[in-house]
């Protein structure tokens, strides 16, 4: 991974959202696609209602179903080259970052309009496999202003500041798969959840 990237955006598309192209080589993105894949990976669960798309979650997992927090198996060895790359690509310390959620989209899977939930701060996600668009919405008067990101393969994010708390964010179906790893850190909140 090189260790210095350029901005995808000159000017970002929107506050917080800052991306790159470029960030693994082809063989990285299929060796980490073939750990994913070796995962037990479980339909995301929300309120008892399956979703389509295949997740597994180490270091901490939120549970949606129950809507709660707790510790998971700690990261894999095969996670922590990529995650120290994607902690310098966002500005943070390596232990920064503790939470790591792989997701698989298979065709038909996506992911709905959402914030990532308030215990987590910075997002910084790596995109495998396929070109996806992360869509942005956030309402406005009556409507949403809306702002489409491209997300390449091998390409990697970081949602933070006005990106994270004020924007949705969401994935439309995908017609091929793709896979993602997203890290994440604790929020204050996540803090004192963890601690309490
Ligand atoms: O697959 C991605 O890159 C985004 C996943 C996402 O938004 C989430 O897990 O909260
Ligand atoms: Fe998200």
Redesign the pocket.
């Known amino acids: 991974m090189p260790a210095a990237f350029a901005d995808l955006f000159d000017t970002p598309l929107l506050p917080g959202l800052a991306a790159a192209d470029g960030f693994l080589s082809e063989a990285e993105e299929q060796a980490l696609i073939a750990h994913i894949d070796a995962q037990t990976l479980e339909p995301f669960r929300f309120q008892g209602w399956l979703g389509k798309r295949l997740t597994t979650s180490f270091g901490w997992s939120y549970d949606f179903d129950r809507g709660a927090f707790d510790q998971a198996d700690p990261i894999p060895e095969w996670l922590k080259s990529v995650k120290a790359c994607a902690a310098a690509f966002a500005g943070l310390p390596d232990d920064d970052l503790v939470q790591a959620?792989l997701?698989r989209?298979d065709p038909g899977a996506g992911?709905g309009w959402?914030r990532?939930r308030p215990v987590f701060e910075h997002?910084v996600?790596v995109?495998l496999g396929v070109p996806?668009t992360?869509r942005f919405r956030r309402r406005r008067g009556a409507g949403f202003e809306r702002v489409s990101a491209p997300?390449a393969p091998r390409s990697v994010?970081h949602l933070s500041g006005e990106a994270r708390h004020e924007w949705e964010?969401s994935?439309a179906e995908m017609e091929v798969t793709?896979w993602?790893i997203?890290f994440r850190s604790f929020s204050e909140r996540g803090r004192r959840a963890r601690d309490s």
């Open positions: 959620l997701i989209y992911i959402h990532d997002v996600g995109s996806a992360m997300l994010y964010h994935i793709r993602s997203t």
